[in-house]
């Protein structure tokens, strides 16, 4: 984006007389990751800070349950916005998908803000990470 905002082209003494753009096409998951993720703990959780360390301390049997390619980059991941800081549950990249996965936690059933909050830290990685 730098580049084409720069115009670099337009500075190049030799200019191709036509350039073909190839854009990535979207990834497909292929992986095969378990849909629901199970995850056996020895005692009921009744938070989400709760069940974020459960995960954490288990973190071989929850990549497993996810599939090939993961690593792990972080938990109460901050990122902030320019204004205000915010805290990622779990910050994962596969490697195969060249991608970041955002995880974020609930212990209740799923609303249509949390849907929002996801994408919202999606376009924070996007824009501050990625």
Known sequence: MREIKSNSYERLIDKPEKIEIIFPQKNIITTNMKNPIIIEVDRK????????????????????????????????????????????DILLFNYELNCFIVVELKLRSLKKEDKSQIEFYMKLVDDRIK
């Open 45 to 88: 959780i009744t938070t989400e800070r709760e069940l974020e360390l459960s995960i954490l301390a288990n973190l071989d049997f929850f990549f497993k349950q996810l599939g090939d390619g993961f690593l792990y980059a972080g938990h109460q991941y901050k990122i902030n916005d320019g204004k205000n800081n915010y805290y990622i």
